[in-house]
């Protein structure tokens, strides 16, 4: 294990980022006098803005961690979550994305209420909220208390906790998403030029020799495509969990889809979101790669999402070392601050404006900023829990699996099956989440079972989709007239096919989607 010690320029340097970071995020917020301004950026923000703010509150440090963790523990089966992030995304842009943006929403469960009722709307938001205090913030604050360990060993980890959901909880409450959004711009930037200046410089340890990779790798590790009794991601995993796990990220996740309602337009929307997806495909190269290489630098490490942290201590120059680390625990707490930002958004917008009692903006926004407080505390009581996962990822995708499935299905099967119903939407919420909750705890925490998490979101699944439609077969159809508007349309797509015809190739999402989508198989089939 290399030396984790800052020199003095190191911690200027991290001083001197994280105070600017902090500046640039008020300045960008200043004059926000309402909760669309505060919650949504003034629905103003341009491609470039929503793709990498996508890509770095759903990565971040927590996945720059985790997924090198993984690499050096399991080999490349974790990219598995991240090629097929891209496939979902081509769907989010091409056919769910017009639906939300036409819907007018401010929150993912808001589109509940106008698809099915109040009632899964409600449903819906408290278990979002409750997801993201356990799993981003909780995850965000884990991460980034870990690499505060590594430079201050001698102080309790809970303490570090602390100092990152102070550090995080405060910026969010005076800054707003569209600060969090172009501070997210930046330190994505950073993260991924690190990322590549790290990859390179561990690979010339090797005479830049590709072979030695999938000679390093844990064995039976160089595929993505493990054997159905493997223990991390076994390949039908592929399809009973992990493409699951992705539309709930993706599309249901109102964290993730806020920075998409906060594009200026649907184009913007759009372009932002295929930009994201192809930002999946490299990191197995700048992420994954280097966690197996770090099996020949560090033979013995005892926790695999440490690896990224002592690529940087083992082959970054001082100066250039502290900006790293800085950009690290900043886009941390950017994943932290996403998350409270979201969650109080879904508290406001879904519970408190619904209520006959008018509220000023002004008030609003104040009780936005408290709910950041008490949520940041919730988050952080909860962090410690995380100690019981060998990894990062598996800590995310295990939990996400069990309890996040009865959301993604309610959602899909709104907008692509008109017959779903208003009762079997809310009753399969209601009921199959806690069952899919009694799951983790049996087998993840509590060891009663040892079904493959990817095989236990598969069960949920299945749980989820025979709850809907038996439910809305028994009970009154919808509407067709009064869902019209946030379904799927065949005529809408038809419409939109003769709009198209004027635009450049290059403005074109659907020429643009195809290609994204031909670059994936390419990619991914040598690796299988």
Do not use: C
């Not at 909750?437 to 993840?444: D, I, K, N, P, Q």
């Amino acid at each position: 294990m290399p030396e984790f010690d800052l020199e003095t320029i190191d911690l200027v340097i991290i001083g001197f980022y994280i105070v600017g970071i902090l500046a640039i995020g008020f300045w960008v917020a200043r004059g926000t006098e309402d909760s669309e301004g505060y919650f949504l950026a003034g629905r103003g923000m341009a491609w470039p803005l929503v793709g990498f703010s996508l890509i770095v509150t759903n990565f971040s440090g927590t996945q720059f961690l985790g997924l090198a963790g993984a690499g050096y523990d399991t080999g490349i089966a974790v990219w598995n979550f991240e090629w097929m992030a891209t496939l979902v995304l081509l769907v989010f842009a091409v056919l769910i994305l017009p639906i939300y943006l036409q819907s007018k929403i401010q929150t993912v469960p808001e589109f509940l209420e106008l698809r099915y009722d109040r009632r899964s709307r409600w449903a819906f938001s408290g278990f979002t909220v409750v997801s993201g205090m356990l799993i981003d913030s909780a995850g965000a604050m884990f991460a980034g208390a870990l690499v505060l360990q590594l430079l201050f060993p001698e102080v309790p980890l809970m303490v570090h906790i602390v100092g990152i959901a102070l550090l995080g909880g405060i910026y969010v409450i005076l800054g707003g998403l569209k600060a969090v959004m172009i501070t997210d711009t930046i330190q994505g930037v950073l993260l991924f030029v690190a990322s590549g200046i790290i990859f390179v410089l561990v690979f010339r340890e090797f005479d830049f020799d590709w072979g030695a990779i999938p000679e390093l790798a844990p064995e039976g590790g160089f595929t993505v495509a493990p054997p159905p009794d493997d223990d991390f991601l076994p390949w039908p995993g592929i399809f009973t969990g992990a493409i699951w796990l992705g539309f709930y990220v993706w599309v249901t996740n109102h964290v993730v889809v806020q920075r998409v309602l906060a594009a200026k337009n649907l184009d913007h929307g759009r372009w932002g979101a295929l930009f994201a997806g192809l930002m999946q495909l490299p990191l197995l190269v700048l992420l994954i790669f280097p966690g197996i290489l770090a099996r020949a630098v560090f033979e013995d490490l005892e926790d695999p999402d440490l690896a990224w942290p002592a690529l940087i201590f083992e082959f970054i120059p001082v100066g250039l070392r502290g900006l790293i680390v800085a950009a690290l625990i900043a886009a941390l707490m950017s994943t932290l601050d996403s998350v409270l930002n979201g969650a109080s958004a879904l508290v406001i917008n879904d519970f408190v404006k619904v209520r006959d009692k008018e509220y000023s903006e002004q008030q609003l926004l104040r009780m936005g900023r408290i709910l950041v407080g008490v949520f940041m505390v919730i988050a952080a009581a909860w962090a410690p829990v995380i100690l019981q996962f060998d990894t990062l990822v598996e800590y995310f995708q295990s939990f996400l699996g069990y309890v996040t499935m009865p959301v993604v299905i309610v959602l899909l099967s709104g907008i692509f099956w008109k017959r779903a119903s208003a009762a079997g939407a809310f009753w399969t919420l209601v009921v199959v989440t806690p069952l899919g909750l009694a799951g983790f705890f049996s087998g993840e925490i509590f060891g009663w079972h040892d079904i493959q998490f990817l095989y236990g979101t598969g069960i949920m699944v299945v749980l989820s989709v025979v709850s809907l439609v038996a439910i809305s077969l028994m009970t009154t159809a919808p509407d067709r007239e009064a869902i019209k508007e946030v379904v799927f349309d065949r005529g809408t797509w038809a419409q939109e096919s003769e709009e198209l015809q004027g635009k450049p190739v290059y403005k074109n999402y659907r020429w643009l989607s195809l290609a994204l989508f031909i670059l994936t198989v390419v990619v991914v089939v040598p690796f299988i």
